[in-house]
């Protein structure tokens, strides 16, 4: 069995320096996609800040939105993962545009508010198949049965607070669950507009139309 380290790392991770350790999921250095992606959205995106949603170390976020005027909320239910994403956001000089959030999605979010961009990567790993990855947190990998259960608060995080012409960023892992995406959102305020196939995982971009 893999003991989890509690010993600071940092990685780059595009032009930012990222700190974690291993009580936070490591940087996947092919996540950086999900931040380019969000980057070409958010040009003609509307107006308004930008909600990453299972942020760990706040790392996709905080290079989305690094190049840019826009405000970032993260929100996560791991307090240390909290904690690093406050200090990323600083060793970044972006404290005065990052909001950090601790706790579960359904609670953090204000009724009111609205985004223009809502980024997630949440765990999507089977229940079932979470001991192939000892060395991962078990509360950033598990996704439930499926591996959707997280996935599915995320989307209707984006359904309730994304503005009209907004999009949603969401990682995945596997065929079934894409295909289980895109079965939930037929017919929805939520459509599927792209799929991105990557070596370790799918990104999925779903517009408010």
């Known amino acids: 069995m893999t003991t989890i380290t509690t010993e ?12 974690f350790d291993g009580r936070v999921l490591r940087p996947r250095p092919w996540t950086e996609a999900q931040s380019s992606w969000a ?13 990453e949603l299972c942020s760990g170390a706040g790392q996709i976020g905080l290079l989305a939105i690094a190049d840019t005027d826009r405000r970032l909320v993260c929100v996560d239910l791991n307090p240390v993962a909290c904690d690093y994403a406050r200090h990323n956001a600083a060793a970044a000089g972006l404290t005065d545009r990052v909001e950090v959030r601790e706790g579960a999605i359904d609670e953090m979010l204000r ?15 089977r229940r079932t198949e979470v001991g192939r990855y000892p060395e991962d947190p078990l509360l950033a990998i598990d996704g439930g049965d499926d591996g959707m259960d997280v996935a599915w608060m995320c989307i209707d995080a984006a359904r309730g607070h994304l503005l009209p012409g907004g999009s949603l960023l969401l990682q995945i892992g596997t065929v079934e669950q894409v295909d289980a995406l895109r079965d939930r959102l037929r017919g929805d305020e939520l459509a599927v507009t ?13 517009d408010r139309v």
């Not at 600071?8 to 700190?19: K, T, Y």
């Open 194 to 206: 792209e799929v991105r196939w990557h070596e370790r995982g799918v990104l999925v971009r779903a």
């Open 39 to 51: 980057a070409e959205i958010l040009p003609t995106a509307p107006a308004g800040a930008v909600l």
């Open 111 to 125: 009724d009111s508010e609205r985004f223009a961009l809502v980024v997630a990567d949440p765990p999507w790993v």
């Open 8 to 19: 600071p790392e940092e990685m780059d991770f595009g032009r930012l320096s990222i700190a």
